[in-house]
């Protein structure tokens, strides 16, 4: 039992973190209907900017630990969402309007870009980060001596996903940039002739997605510690298995998918393997697209006849 | 002045349309038409099937790029040519607006928020893009509630006020007609362009249509562009009618010019043939 209560709170920090990358997926989806597979490395290149910045605060004697957070946070989701506004801007909009593989073709030829230019520009080697919050809060305690405890920067993530899910829910539902960007979603042409500013409504989804990619990012680095240049790849995956499984272009849907995914894999390794979660997770992107393509909060697309 | 239509003639004209020809590869589907829309009045397109009205719509709201012609869009002391501007900027700086003979709402939204979208730019402003929104800024929620004023306004007119938040796309067909009309009329346009808005509508719903369409000319002081096949809808409300036949204009006047205009009839109801001497003799014979 306090075993299962531990996983639980592991897999749910994992689940957040997904959840905020498969965000990127499926709103991309949704308004263009393109997969960006390019976003694992916008969430990798938030990781890195992640330590740049604490490096570059520790230098300049800005150690208190909170405000640390909230100043690298900031600084990773701004240039984490310039580089998401450039890959949108050089690769895929010259390319609207052209075959449907055309921008996927281009979106994976910017991941291998993006890959490369980080391990040229920051080097191969893993890159360590020590520990910026320690410390947690024993919850309970087993007759053997096990001890279920939460720490604190799971506490954080956990909590900071959860605000950034219902402010962003309450942009896309109440705002009018959420509005017409539902609308662009649904007709792109019809949008634009009420006056909605298409590409630019399109550039700012790019935008939101990559900065709570660089969320995830800086988290994933104070969680583990260490990042390399190519932990863009397997997170990207799973977020998109994320992003499938909740329904692809559902922001419910992402959310959902984030969840269970980091829960099925922490229980995966708990019960099971550890060696064999990734499987398990790709398992299910493949039973989802067998046997439910529309996932588990999408809505089928009725071609009216 | 039968050709009152024509640009230069007509100095109180919102829109100038100057020899507009649209090719698409061979085929010349508007060929060199010529036309203007008065300040508010009702000025309607006629035609055959494939005439090229809805081709002339399209470029006037920036669908297609015109392969020759001007079309000059006057209001407020500035000029807008309509055949050089981005898609969305045609709505928002030239204010023109349209409806679709195949309806085009937001299916998955509802009423409101398809009207709510159509004011995306007035609020866009007021938010600070959204982000003045998010932290619920008083400008937002002042700038949230005149929307909303003006949408319930138009949802009056079309009688939707107690649908405001079912999903569009589960409206029932006459309803979704209007609804189009109310959402092109969110956007503030100085030129309404009807595709169609009376197909498929039962006489008492097209009567109130008239209603509805001479309102907006005659209490907004907006000029109406229409398409329509029904006539009822055309020669009660029309000012000015111009009608089409294989992409050429082949007449324009007052309703009652244009219903005995000879050409007119023809392009109708075709040529009556004489017929062959042989053939006219053995009927004559039979009977």
């Known amino acids: 039992m306090e075993y299962f209560v531990q996983q639980l709170i592991n897999g749910l920090t994992l689940g957040a973190i997904y959840a905020l990358i498969a965000i990127g997926y499926t709103m991309v989806y949704g308004i263009i209907g393109m997969i960006n597979f390019a976003h694992g490395e916008i969430y990798m290149i938030g990781a890195f900017l992640a330590v740049i910045a604490f490096t570059g605060l520790g230098i300049i004697g800005l150690t208190w630990v909170p405000a640390a957070i909230i100043v690298v946070l900031l600084i990773a989701m701004f240039f984490t969402a310039a580089y998401g506004w450039t890959v949108e801007r050089i690769a895929y909009r010259p390319l609207r309007g052209s075959h449907r593989l055309a921008p996927l073709i281009s979106a994976i030829g910017m991941s291998i870009f993006l890959q490369n230019y980080v391990q040229i520009a920051q080097g191969a080697k893993i890159k360590p980060l020590p520990p910026v919050v320690q410390g947690n809060i024993p919850l309970m305690e087993s007759a053997s001596g096990f001890t279920v405890s939460i720490s604190y920067l799971q506490l954080i993530i956990i909590l900071l996903t959860v605000g950034l899910m219902l402010g962003f829910t309450y942009l896309i539902q109440r705002t009018s940039l959420g509005r017409s960007q539902r609308a662009c979603e649904q007709d792109l042409k019809m949008a634009s002739l009420l006056g909605v500013d298409v590409d630019r409504t399109i550039s700012l989804t790019f935008v939101m997605g990559a900065a709570l990619a660089a969320v995830a990012g800086v988290m994933i680095t104070m969680y583990y510690g260490v990042i390399d240049f190519f932990i863009g790849f397997l997170a990207g995956v799973k977020a998109f298995t994320a992003a499938v499984l909740g329904g692809i272009g559902s922001l419910p849907g992402a959310m959902l998918g984030g969840l269970l995914i980091g829960l099925i894999e922490a229980f995966w390794s708990a019960y099971f393997s550890v060696e064999y979660k990734d499987v398990a997770t790709f398992v299910i992107l493949v039973v989802v697209l067998i046997f439910r393509p529309t996932g588990l909060l999408g809505r089928p697309e009725v071609e009216k006849v | ?287």
Request: negative net charge; charged residues 25%; proline residues 4%.
């Open chain 2, 1 to 287: 002045m039968q050709d009152a239509a024509h640009g230069a003639l007509a100095p109180d004209a919102i829109l100038t349309v100057d020899h507009l020809t649209m090719r698409f590869g061979g085929l010349t589907a508007v060929d060199d038409v010529s036309f203007s829309v008065r300040d508010r009045s009702i000025t309607s397109i006629i035609g055959p099937n494939g005439a090229g009205k809805t081709t002339v719509f399209n470029c006037l709201t920036g669908f297609y790029k015109p392969t020759i012609g001007r079309l000059a869009l006057r209001h407020g002391g500035a000029v807008h040519l309509l055949e050089r501007m981005e898609g969305f900027r045609i709505c928002k700086e030239a204010r023109v607006a349209r409806t679709f003979q195949n309806i085009r709402l937001f299916g998955a939204m509802t009423v409101l928020e398809n009207l709510m979208v159509a004011q995306h730019n007035r609020l866009m402003v007021a938010s600070g893009f959204s982000l003045l929104g998010l932290f619920g800024a008083a400008s937002f929620r002042a700038a949230e509630r005149a929307a909303i004023d003006k949408a319930r306004f138009w949802l009056d007119r079309v009688g939707l006020t107690d649908r405001a938040d079912w999903e569009a796309g589960n409206l029932p067909y006459g309803d979704q007609r209007r609804l189009e009309i109310a959402r092109a009329m969110c956007t503030d346009p100085a030129l309404l362009c009807l595709d169609e808005p009376a197909a498929g509508l039962n006489p008492r719903e097209s009567a109130s249509l008239n209603d509805l369409l001479r309102t907006i000319r005659d209490s907004h002081g907006i000029a109406v562009l229409l398409i329509e096949h029904d006539m009822s809808v055309v020669m009660e409300i029309s000012d000015h009618i111009i009608v089409l036949d294989y992409g050429r204009k082949i007449a324009s006047g007052s309703p009652e010019n244009v219903r005995n205009d000879p050409a007119v009839i023809r392009a109708y109801l075709g040529e009556e043939e004489a017929l062959p001497p042989e053939i006219a003799a053995d009927l004559e014979g039979g009977r």
